[in-house]
């Protein structure tokens, strides 16, 4: 696993109700990886999180905003539906095709045992109040809000 930039992959920035997050990456795809992560890591202890099994998954955006929404959504309906915690990102692609942006990623985890994954909070969704894809001679900074 990469750093993002600065030696920092994500951190929790202050919010009233929610979870914000800012994530890095020194590319579109590292800050892609560490929203991902940092998302989990909101949920439970990710390094408890075994790589027991590799999924792919290919989401759609019109932009890079929505690009990150359906991500993380993507991320979030595994958890709550195949009850899959995940703890490593791989982001292969993130490219531009018929006018829309595709990502395709590996990603790794196991399912959710509550014996041996804490629980944190509770994700209720992503949202895009407040989210920002900036882009500076660093790198990449993600900005999100989790409604937990």
Same mark, same amino acid.
């Given at each position: 696993?990469?750093?993002?930039?600065?030696?920092?992959?994500?951190?929790?920035?202050?919010?009233?109700?929610?979870?914000?997050?800012?994530?890095?990456?020194?590319?579109?795809?590292?800050?892609?990886?560490?929203?991902?992560?940092?998302?989990?890591?909101?949920?439970?202890?990710?390094?408890?999180?075994?790589?027991?099994?590799?999924?792919?998954?290919?989401?759609?955006?019109?932009? !890079?905003?929505?690009?990150?929404?359906?991500?993380?959504?993507?991320? @979030?309906?595994?958890?709550?539906?195949?009850?899959? @915690?995940?703890?490593?990102?791989?982001? !292969?692609?993130?490219?531009?095709?018929?006018?829309? !942006?595709? !990502?395709?990623?590996?990603?790794?985890?196991?399912?959710?045992?509550?014996?041996?994954?804490?629980?944190?909070?509770?994700?209720?969704?992503?949202?895009?109040?407040?989210?920002?894809?900036?882009?500076?001679?660093?790198?990449?900074? @993600?900005?999100?809000?989790?409604?937990?």
């Amino acid at each position: 696993m990469s750093a993002g930039y600065g030696g920092k992959r994500f951190e929790f920035l202050e919010h009233t109700a929610d979870v914000y997050i800012a994530a890095y990456g020194g590319d579109l795809c590292k800050a892609f990886e560490n929203a991902a992560l940092a998302m989990f890591e909101t949920m439970t202890d990710t390094v408890d999180v075994r790589r027991e099994r590799e999924d792919i998954v290919e989401v759609e955006g019109e932009d !890079l905003e929505s690009l990150l929404y359906n991500w993380l959504e993507n991320l @979030l309906v595994k958890f709550e539906v195949e009850n899959m @915690l995940y703890s490593e990102f791989n982001v !292969l692609s993130i490219e531009r095709y018929d006018g829309k !942006l595709r !990502l395709k990623a590996k990603i790794y985890g196991e399912p959710f045992d509550p014996e041996r994954h804490k629980q944190k909070v509770g994700i209720k969704a992503v949202t895009y109040h407040r989210m920002e894809v900036n882009e500076t001679s660093e790198g990449i900074t @993600l900005k999100f809000i989790l409604d937990i």
